[in-house]
């Protein structure tokens, strides 16, 4: 399966905005039971014991609809850490309803912006964290913003994505068509496995981007979990 370079429905100007708050309702409901927090709630874990951590603070690039912020501060509270993060998020539709969607927790804040020159000083963060956002943009795109977003982040980059593979697009095809009518969601969810890489694509860009060493995870099902240590 070669990757697609077709745009995602979302990615597209002049959507109803109807259309993509029900397809980031959907998209909140896949994460939860598709394990999209697992990755990073498992990383954020093994720091937490390793380091003793204390506090923490969390950019959240393409934040979506804020539901991986509310799952890191929920994880803090259970670990005793104090935690703070950010949520940037370029869509005036999405940022509004990651808004309505944090407003109970004090420790999120949303802010429009873009991942390419985000509105932030150098070294603003403990981390730099972005979740199925990478497979929407270039190769040399990608390369750029892990390059961009190493100067906002103390420790690290927490990258969490697809993998690309025939059993994922025609899982995530079946699985759609049965639980929504929302033809963004019917259509961007397989379109997003085609646009993904496959281990060793990410890996190779990985390498390329040479942002510091990294640790690269397959995470079931079908996903890639790394962690860039910066300052090594």
């Known amino acids: 399966m070669q990757r697609s370079l077709d745009k995602e429905m979302m990615d597209l100007p002049g959507n ?9 309702t959907n998209l909140r409901t896949i994460n ?6 697992r990755g990073l ?6 720091l937490a014991q390793s380091e003793r951590t204390r506090t923490l603070s969390i950019l959240d690039m393409g934040t979506g609809s804020g539901d991986i912020p509310v799952a890191v501060v929920q ?10 993060v950010v949520g940037l998020e370029p869509n005036p539709v999405t940022a509004r ?4 969607q944090t407003k109970d927790f004090p420790e999120i804040s949303i802010v429009m912006g873009d991942a390419f020159s985000p509105p932030f000083s150098h070294s603003s963060f403990d981390f730099v964290f972005t979740s199925q956002v990478l497979h929407h943009f270039s190769e040399q795109e990608i390369i750029v913003l892990l390059r961009t977003w190493s100067k906002f982040a103390r420790r690290g980059i927490l990258v969490s994505d697809l993998i690309r593979h025939p059993l ?3 899982g995530i095809r079946l699985l759609t068509c049965l639980f929504t009518r929302n033809p963004m969601t ?9 646009r993904a890489f496959t281990m060793r694509e990410w890996r190779d860009l990985f390498n390329q981007a040479t942002v510091g060493p990294f640790q690269l995870r397959h995470l079931f099902p079908f996903r890639v979990f790394a962690l860039f240590e910066l300052g090594k």
């Open 16 to 24: 109803a905005d109807s259309l993509l708050e029900e397809d980031l």
């Open 32 to 37: 939860r039971y598709l394990g999209a927090y």
């Open 41 to 46: 709630l498992g990383c954020l874990d093994r």
């Open 75 to 84: 994880w803090a509270k259970q670990k005793g850490i104090s935690a703070r």
């Open 97 to 100: 309803l990651a808004k309505t």
């Open 168 to 170: 994922a697009y025609f």
């Open 186 to 194: 019917r259509m961007d969810g397989p379109l997003s496995v085609r």
